[in-house]
């Protein structure tokens, strides 16, 4: 497991180090990682946004197909694929951009979360840094009992909150209504995981995560007003095409 994380920690590993070098502090070197890492990641978010939003926006048309054809799985599958066609959706294009994070976070916290692991020789320099003091925390290499967590696990929750919100297709079906069912349920439980589990990993990496939850909120505000224009465009396309039709 180690071994496929590091191939994405020891990059992250130097560039910590050369943060670290430019402004001389761990826990201001690991949010500015944590920035960039965010905002190389945000044109996926984008993506993914986009891709469930436009799926919303035709939802009433699959629906549609779905009573239409309950009885002829064959010929609904058939439908399905010309109206994704037609609309010009993926279905994959909304997993895609998780699946490329995915590796991209497990590295940046196994490396938080041992950092040791994946030093070498020329970053040797660092072990000291790991245990610097930052704000109110006396060493962050070390558990914040309370105060981060707390932080950490009311930033989650808002961030899963608005994704469930951003996410709802309004579909009708049982299998995406289990979904959503299933999202709500872990905006609950995952913030209180994640309380728990930032009051026994090292400081640094609480300071990784609320500071990613709380750039999430903000990405989310964004993904927001997209996702309002983009069904505002659509309401005026379909405005449009049904006076065409009438002339």
């Not at 707390?150 to 996410?167: H, P, R, V």
């Not at 505000?221 to 009438?246: G, N, Y």
């Amino acid at each position: 497991m180690y071994t496929f994380l590091g191939i994405i920690a020891k990059p992250m590993l130097w560039i910590l180090q050369g943060l670290y070098g430019l402004v001389g502090n761990y826990g201001i070197a690991i949010i500015i990682l944590t920035l960039i890492v965010k905002l190389c990641l945000y044109p996926l978010y984008i993506k993914q946004t986009k891709s469930m939003a436009k799926m919303s926006i035709f939802q009433p048309k699959m629906q549609a197909l779905q009573k239409q054809y309950a009885n002829d799985k064959e010929t609904l599958n058939i439908k399905m694929s010309e109206l994704y066609k037609e609309e010009g959706f993926n279905p994959a294009s909304g997993c895609l951009p998780m699946v490329i994070q995915m590796p991209i976070i497990m590295g940046l916290f196994a490396l938080l979360r041992n950092p040791i692991m994946y030093m070498s020789e020329e970053s040797s320099s660092m072990i000291f840094a790991f245990h610097e003091p930052f704000m109110w925390i006396a060493d962050l290499s070390q558990p914040d009992k309370w105060i981060l967590p707390i932080i950490a696990g009311i930033a989650t929750f808002i961030s899963f909150w608005m994704n469930t919100k951003l996410n709802d297709t309004g579909a009708g079906n049982a299998q995406a209504q289990q979904m959503q069912g299933t999202m709500k349920m872990m905006q609950y439980i995952f913030p209180i995981m994640i309380l728990w589990l930032a009051r026994t990993y090292p400081s640094g990496l609480a300071v990784y995560w609320a500071v990613s939850q709380i750039i999430q909120i903000g990405f989310n505000i964004h993904m927001a007003s997209i996702r309002k224009k983009m069904k505002q465009e659509a309401e005026i396309a379909e405005i449009k095409a049904k006076m065409s039709k009438k002339k």
